[in-house]
């Protein structure tokens, strides 16, 4: 076949120029028509970190399974000894739940040495056993919360774990949990490359004294992680509070969340992420997102019976951005064969709401006192109950929070926020 004659393939230059023109008008038509428009929802997915299974957590699934796209659920645990624990969750539920799940496999932080082989054979026989299970696997996701010195092996790890995955798995994607702390190391765009996406956690991830999210460092590390990315990302949001214990030297000695433990009130706190202010965090990346960032993974699930977590009906209303509206009140409740009357703060509104700060008591109270998160202050005018201990009050529950003993047999306290 003879050579193109350049004289007759060539375009002149006038058309090359009317084209592009053309061109430039029709994307700036289909921009004014469509650019302008807000963009499409961030999808929600959910961390189900239950150990066990009860039925408050099946009824959790069942009730928010039209609003969760997947299902993050913890599938094993590797302890600082090397041991495992699998988790044993319940098929039915999930396949009821009709969304994808991630099967979520944590290595405690600690951990000294990490066996690859002896990890990947485990993990390939778990989510074999989950497949055959009939539970339809889209992903696993490796929580590793490691020190940074350590991404080097980890990134090896990942990638024996990749190759073993698309032999026994093709199509299976994977996925890690990613610090903040990452975000300063070279080694952060090699352990990306082994992934098909990642979770950025931006809770829990400070020294306790400073609280449990900040919506400040959050965006600016979540701005900082989409420079180091190429693939897909979620950011998890917390959904739930934690007791945070410290010993006489300022060491923190327990931190108490899913599981209780046994540690002394002396030294406590409480830190909670409040659902109004994660909710207008949630709501304002949605409208100003950073490059890649593919959804929002709330970490935890809420149960009716955990109650270090917001309730259902809360958690439902940030998620599709309703309005939250809290309404607290106090009443008294005599109490048998006493003087003394107890104080009850009520909260009759449709969505959770943050302890308030101190209870007013009525002038014609003599005698108070405090418990559960509250201890007896004065004003120049009243006795008050002052609130010691930050907290969430779930919709439609109440609290004793102090007694009171007063010369009037019907009083009057107030709330102040």
Sequence with gaps: MPPLDPSRSAVPAAPVARLARRALAAMMLICMAGCGKPLPALPNDAYVWQRTWTPAVAAAIDVSRGFVASWHVLAAELDARGRWVDMTPDASVLTAAHGPVVAVVRFDGALSDLDDAASIAHIATLLGAWQHEGIALAAVEIDYDCATARLAGYQRFLGALRERLAVASPGMRLSITALPTWLDSPALDSLLAQTDEAVLQVHAVMNPVRGLFDEDRAQTWMRAFARRTHHPWRVALPTYGTRVTWGPDGRVTGIESERPTLQSDDLAHELVAKPDEIGAFAARIGRDRPA????????????????????????????????????????????????????????????????????????????????????????????????????????GRQRTIGWIRCTQPTVTSRVDP
């Design 292 to 395: 890649g960032l593919a959804g929002i993974v709330w970490f935890r699930l809420p149960t009716d019976d955990d109650e270090r977590a917001w309730s259902l009906v809360t958690w439902r209303a940030v998620l599709t951005h309703a309005p939250l509206r809290p309404a607290l009140s106090v009443r008294t409740r005599a109490a048998a064969g006493s003087t003394a009357a107890d104080v009850v703060l009520v909260n009759a509104g449709t969505a959770d709401a943050s302890l308030p700060s101190r209870i007013r008591l009525d002038s014609t109270c003599v005698a108070a006192d405090g418990i559960n998160g509250y201890t007896l202050d004065r004003d120049a005018r009243n006795l008050v109950l002052r609130r010691t201990q930050d907290g969430l009050l779930r919709a």
